[in-house]
């Protein structure tokens, strides 16, 4: 996929830099020609030479260079390559792309390129938490700026959490993805997954069997066919798919919020297991057991996120998908389930224990829409994912240029 593949790297400064050494003999093993740009400040990092020798060819980092500009060379840079890559993409560089600035070579040639650009972003937990970082972030995913990470550990600075770099074979795999010429480039797609978690106390919640696994197959088919997908997680058991942008959530109101934040989108596959009640109040320590009381909670409803983007006037994606697990009258359930919620869609299947689905690497389910109940036959979780986007492939058809 990337052999003869033309990256323009845009190496931003960030201690994380070092990874972009590391990235270039990736892509290069895999037949990519990569054109490295490093910031100013990226060159306090990793020298043009290590980078140029690893690259095999010059290093960019002027944007008035007088040998090259009567061919506007940046304008040139810009358009060459298949896609822009900036890993580490520093909250600088994010901050410059979100408002257009375009102030040195880096940010010229990301505002001039009419290419895709993947950002890997990279930087302190507390500034990548910052509510202008997170802004900024909203603001590339709505221009069609794809992203991979940040992911969550030790930082270089002694702190933990989210804000580091993605590892560069993640990359390398997001790279891919985001070249994939399948029948879904240029579609952004929300998937959620998993289960929530609804808090009773500090250490305890309310949960349910789901694994993700089937919402993850899913994310990694659609993105498989090209898609830019924006992966809304619960904790799941399973891993998320590799080069999709992953959102990590705990409870049915986070999960709620992620996929409002990461509309507009082309298409909406809601594949988590979301609790359909939380406690009203959770207790602020845990509570004691006692012997001479069991504890009362008093229960409320959660968001229902199906049927609030079914319900949506402006922004309501063009394919709204739903699931529907079943113990019980699988098929009159999910079909009223489609006609309560809203959705164009509903994925039925049966979870009941003897089935041996929730959990499991299998499933059998039925595509209930406008057409009527399709039963497909049970197989892997892959194989239900792969077609159940190539079905969403087919009905979003391509993207109108």
């Known amino acids: 996929m990337l ?35 490093l910031t100013r400040a990226a060159s306090q990092f990793v020298t043009p030479l290590s980078v140029s020798a690893l690259a095999g060819r010059e290093v960019y980092s002027e944007l008035f260079d ?3 500009e009567a061919e506007m060379g940046h304008i040139e840079l810009s358009r060459a390559a298949d896609l822009l890559v900036v890993a580490p993409a520093t909250a600088d560089l994010m901050a410059k792309m979100a408002t257009g600035q375009a102030d040195d070579l880096a940010s010229t040639l990301l505002l001039a390129t009419d290419k895709r650009v993947l950002i890997a972003p990279s930087m302190n937990v507390r500034m990548w938490e910052h509510p202008a970082t997170q802004r900024n972030i909203r603001t590339l995913a709505a221009d069609g700026v794809l992203s991979v990470g940040p992911n969550e550990g030790d930082m270089a600075c002694g702190e933990y959490g989210p804000g580091r770099m993605a590892e560069p074979l993640e990359i390398v795999d997001a790279i ?29 919640y309310i949960a349910n069997r789901s694994s993700g696994a089937q919402g993850a197959a899913l994310g990694d088919a659609l993105a498989g066919l090209g898609a830019e997908v924006i992966f809304v997680t619960g904790p799941a ?8 942008k992953v959102v990590k959530v705990d409870t049915a109101a986070e999960m709620r919020a992620a996929v409002m934040d990461a509309l507009p989108a082309d298409a909406a596959v809601f594949a988590a297991a979301v609790a359909d009640w939380r406690v009203e109040q959770p207790a602020t320590g845990k509570i004691k057991k006692t012997p001479d009381s069991l504890p009362t909670l008093q229960f409320a409803e959660n968001p229902d996120i199906l049927a609030d983007v079914s319900a949506l006037r402006e922004g309501r994606p063009g394919l709204v998908v739903g699931f529907a697990a079943e113990t019980d009258d699988v098929l009159a359930n999910a079909t009223a389930k489609r006609a309560r919620k809203g959705c164009d869609w509903i994925v039925a299947n049966d979870v009941s224990p003897a089935t041996g689905i929730m959990g499991g690497q299998e499933n059998m389910v039925t595509l209930i829409s406008d057409d009527g109940a399709d039963a497909w036959p049970r197989m892997g979780k892959d194989q239900v994912a792969r077609k159940l986007a190539a079905k969403i492939a087919e009905a979003l058809g391509p993207v109108s240029r």
Do not use: F, N, Q
């Not at 201690?15 to 990519?32: F, H, N, P, S, V």
């Not at 029948?183 to 978690?197: C, D, E, K």
């Open 3 to 37: 052999s003869g593949r033309h990256i323009l790297l845009i190496i931003g400064g960030g201690i994380a830099a070092y990874k972009a050494l590391d990235l270039i003999r990736r892509l290069r093993e895999r037949g990519a020609e990569v054109t490295p740009v």
């Open 66 to 68: 007088l040998t090259k």
């Open 176 to 204: 891919g993805k985001a070249l994939a010429s399948g029948p879904l480039a240029g579609r952004r797609i929300v998937v959620t997954s998993g289960p929530t978690h609804e808090p009773i106390d500090p250490v305890r």
């Open 237 to 244: 058991e399973v891993p998320p798919p590799k080069g999709v």
